[in-house]
């Protein structure tokens, strides 16, 4: 059952078309990855699908659900999380907060009630910690809990990214190149996680990434990228082997 | 050296978050409310103008240390809640309908005025609020039947529950009244933070796109935090007008809502305590720096600008060499002494970060 | 005629904002923050001007003066982003907001300690004279600030466009760190604008300071060019001037035309619908940040 398709999505910067009549669906409980060189639509994609850009044409929707209908802000309630390829954080506040905000789609409480701290927000914050934790012991962030991002080296803030995104309870996740930047073990410890997500607790992952090793060990199918426009479609292997795709790749490389 | 062992999640949820910070801020309360017994009535009328200056900064403190919003018209914001105060009461409000209400009323108006100014970012922000500001004082000399215009007004005695209260003949009631405000809207301002909607505020200020994708609702974020932050300024307003005896178009002018910005930054921003660090500035700076003329220059000797050019010059010194404002120094000073004998010096050292660009084009 | 005289006469004024206003945009444009005290620039510039060539100070021939003036206040915007800007780098929009208001209470203090707070009066060849044209009069002072105005608009409008280093100093704005990697000295480059943004201002100094007397509370004028930059579109050279032209022509006919009372608040009026109707400004395209 496909959780999120997109159908001829098109969408132009100025002269640029960074995605062109672009098709795919993403299904309920795979892990599908987006490979293609820099400036391919990858993250364009991902902001298409989060409502930041509006697409030219095209249809988007999610669990059946029209896409398009709703605001920026409305994608999180749907259980649609993300990360960001240039991490963005709130660095003036710690991990335990920044993972807390990823529980705002969950805010049950209303201004006057938080004004007072009624009864009813202290019930409401224990079991959002409650959830935080567990996602803090899921990606070992004990130590880091009560830390300012604006201190902490670049691998752990994609660790905290991810812990954000998941902190909100999403069915549906993005992420934008999550192995980026990374060591090989931090890559290995990623590669742990996705796997997890996926098994454990049941997410659907949509992800951009370079490395093709990552690709290949966690996802189940891949869709390759050039210039917005599908290259090829399928499993790792049949991707890695596509002609088209060699083709874009060494064609490159070989300019 | 203390050392914190966190037992609960609500370690982090309470009030005060441990024992310690519990017995340091009883006994600062208790403090408060001997003080009239400890000090005589002008310097009570003293501090009670430092409780004002604290709670409007309060007001302030929660758009731009909470929200990253600067505005630069959060005088025009006193002005609506001092003479929607005066002129409720006038009306036969008795003062504890109208003082609230106008505390209120003065969050509704911030929070439709924010609404266009919400899409506006940082300077575009900064300066619609200029014009605010200055518009104020000319709106206020055109509603001359609600404001007495240029002639002003002068707020009657406050009368509670049959008790009068008033600044200049009964200034340890006063005192007592502004505490009582000051106290509650230092726990609305707590109790934000540790909720939702506070989270929600640092969110926007650091990341609006990555708060987005968490579900938060930008404009209507802003919008409410532009609201608490004016209500809370209204009640300093109101206040403000009790303790002057007498205002016009002329008292809430640019210069003051200059004077908050630059007082909450002394103090540091996105901190309670740099409210009123920042308040204990701006009241005695003024005294203090008549007092060094006087001894300097001998007394009678007027400097124009003076008070704003050391202020000025104040405020740049502490941008470059303490960014967190006395909030932040006081902070090192307190880690230092818990850790004695471990604190090295480069512990405090800044964070480098680089511009990321909320612009447009 | 009285129309004509009047729109002459908001004219030269508004080209005083616009050129203020170019300030305020060149340092936009270049390290996207928003010099405060820009207007005090603009009245130390006329009070560095005054000092060099009245009588009463060191009476140097105005023509020797002002361009003097001028290299000393290049210097000085560029000594200000050398000790206090530069340190800032990467601070928020807002500390440098905070940061340059408070200069500007600075500069003022200072230039009402060295020259006193009493109104004087730039002897400047350009304060002298008319110029008559098809029957209206027109201050000789009038003529060269709009003249002078419109060739520096100009000048600094085909730097950004057409020059490495104009186009450099925009990158610069954009991505800092971007910039940087780009090979691109960020910092210098920052430097360099700040010190023609004092250049500018004294610019804007000089011209004011002929037209009329000037004292240390002149500065306040940088709000209204504020107002006129931001009316313009904050990004937009040109249309700093545009704006300022505007704030400056709709002052004397409000003044003219409208009850007292309601014609000083003319401007921020237009100033606030223009940031409700057209939030960037009039004459700028908007596009979103990218993720
Ligand atoms: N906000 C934007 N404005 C203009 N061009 C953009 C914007 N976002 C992306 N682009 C362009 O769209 C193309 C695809 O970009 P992107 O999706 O970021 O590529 P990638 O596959 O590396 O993630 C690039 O040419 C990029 O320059
Ligand atoms: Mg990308």
């Known amino acids: 059952m496909s959780l999120l398709k997109v159908e001829n999505a098109t969408l132009k910067f100025g002269g640029v078309v960074a995605v062109n009549d672009l098709s795919f669906s993403v299904n309920e409980g795979e892990v599908y990855a987006i490979v293609g060189p820099n400036g391919a639509g990858k993250s364009t994609v991902f902001n298409l699908v989060s409502r930041f850009y509006q697409p030219y044409a095209g249809r988007f929707s999610f669990d059946g659900q029209d896409l398009l209908s709703c605001k920026p802000d409305e994608v999180a309630d749907l259980g649609i999380a993300r990360t960001f390829q240039n991490i963005e954080l709130f660095d003036h506040a710690t991990v335990l907060q920044n993972l807390l905000v990823g529980r705002h789609r969950h805010r049950r409480t209303t201004l006057i009630e938080e004004l007072f701290f009624a009864p009813r927000v202290r019930q409401e914050e224990r079991h959002h910690r409650a959830a935080v934790e567990e996602v803090i012991d899921f990606l070992d962030l004990q130590p880091y809990r009560d830390k300012m991002i604006a201190g902490l080296p670049y691998g752990v803030r994609k660790v905290v990214e991810l812990g954000r995104a998941l902190a909100s309870g999403p069915r549906l996740l993005l992420l934008d190149e999550p192995a980026s930047g990374l060591s090989v073990e931090e890559t290995q410890d990623m590669r742990w996680w996705i796997d997890d997500i996926r098994k454990q607790m049941g997410i659907t992952v949509l992800m951009v990434e370079h490395d093709m090793g990552l690709v290949s060990g966690v996802s189940d199918r891949v869709l390759a990228l050039a210039d917005g426009a599908k290259l090829a479609e399928g499993t790792p292997a049949e991707v890695q082997s596509d002609p088209a795709v060699i083709e874009a790749y060494l064609g490159a490389g070989a300019a | 050296m203390r050392i914190q062992f966190k037992t609960s999640y609500d370690h982090d949820i309470r009030l005060f978050p441990d024992r310690h910070s519990l017995i340091v801020y009883g006994a600062l309360i208790l403090l408060a409310l001997v003080l009239p017994f400890l000090i005589n009535e002008f310097y009570i009328g003293e501090v009670t103008n430092v409780l004002i200056w604290a709670i409007a900064g309060l007001g302030l403190m929660l758009l731009t240390g909470q929200t990253g919003q600067a505005s630069l018209g959060h005088a025009a914001f006193l002005a609506i809640g001092c003479y929607t105060n005066t002129i409720l009461i006038e009306q036969g409000l008795p003062f504890l309908l109208a003082f609230p209400l106008a505390g209120v009323i003065t969050g509704v108006v911030g929070a439709i005025i924010a609404i266009p100014a919400l899409r506006l970012h940082g300077i575009y922000l900064a300066i619609a609020t200029i014009a605010l500001s200055i518009l104020a004082d000319d709106i206020i000399v055109l509603l001359e039947p609600w404001t007495g215009g240029v002639s002003g007004k002068f707020p009657d005695v406050i009368r509670v529950f049959g008790m009068e209260i008033e600044r200049w003949t009964m200034p340890v009631r006063f005192y007592y009244l502004v505490l009582a405000v000051a106290v509650m809207c230092t726990l609305f301002y707590r109790n934000i933070l540790r909720s939702p909607l506070g989270r929600a505020f640092d969110a926007v200020r650091d990341s609006e796109v990555s708060a987005t994708a968490m579900g938060v609702h930008i404009a209507r974020t802003k919008a409410t935090a532009f609201g608490l932050s004016c209500m809370i300024t209204g009640w300093a307003g109101a206040l403000m007008g009790y303790y002057a005896g007498a205002f016009n178009n002329e008292t809430f002018s640019l210069v003051i809502s200059i004077t908050l910005l630059m007082m909450i930054v002394i103090g540091g921003l996105g901190s309670i305590h740099g409210a009123f660090f920042g308040a204990v500035v701006v009241a005695f700076l003024p005294q203090g720096l008549s007092i060094l003329k006087d001894s300097v220059l001998g007394s009678g000797v007027a400097i124009p600008g003076l008070e704003t050019g050391v202020f000025g010059m104040i405020l740049i010194l502490f941008i470059l060499f303490e960014p967190m404002g006395l909030y932040g120094r006081w902070l090192k000073i307190r880690i230092w002494f818990e850790l004695f004998p471990f604190a090295r010096k480069d512990m405090f050292r800044r964070q480098k970060s680089y511009l990321k660009t909320e612009r447009l084009r | ?291």
């Open chain 3, 1 to 291: 005629m009285d129309g004509v005289q009047l729109l002459v006469s908001g004219l030269a004024n508004g080209c005083v904002y616009g050129l203020i206003a170019l300030g305020f945009v060149l340092i936009y444009k270049a390290t996207e923050a928003v010099n405060f005290a820009q207007g005090d620039f603009m009245m130390l510039g006329a009070f560095v001007t005054l000092g060099l060539t009245n009588a009463e100070y060191l009476h140097l021939p105005f023509w020797i003066a002002a361009p003097l003036a001028i290299l000393i206040m290049a210097f000085f915007g560029y000594l200000l982003d050398l000790l206090i800007l530069r340190h800032l780098f990467g601070q928020s929009q807002t500390a440098v907001v905070i940061l340059t208001i408070a200069l500007g209470f600075v500069i003022r203090f200072v230039a009402g300690v060295i020259w006193g707070h009493e109104p004087q009066t730039l002897e400047s060849p350009l304060a002298f004279g008319d110029v008559s044209l098809g029957g209206v009069v027109l201050g000789m002072a009038d003529v060269a600030v709009i003249v002078v105005t419109v060739l520096l608009t100009w000048s600094l409008y085909q730097f950004f466009q057409r020059t490495k280093l104009g186009l450099a100093m925009q990158a610069a704005s954009q991505n800092q760190m971007a910039a940087y990697f780009m090979g691109i000295p960020v910092k210098r480059v920052q430097g360099l604008i700040w010190g023609l943004s004092g250049a500018t201002a004294a610019v804007a100094g000089i011209l004011f300071a002929s037209k009329g007397a000037i004292d240390p509370n002149a500065g306040l004028l940088g709000i209204k060019a504020f107002a006129a930059a931001v009316i313009g579109g904050f990004g937009s050279l040109p249309g700093a001037l545009a704006g300022g032209l505007i704030v400056g022509v709709i002052e004397p006919f409000a003044a003219r035309y409208l009850a007292a009372g309601y014609s000083q608040i003319a401007p921020y009026a237009l100033l606030l619908a223009v940031l409700v109707f057209r939030p960037h400004g009039l004459f700028s395209q908007v596009r979103t940040k990218k993720v």
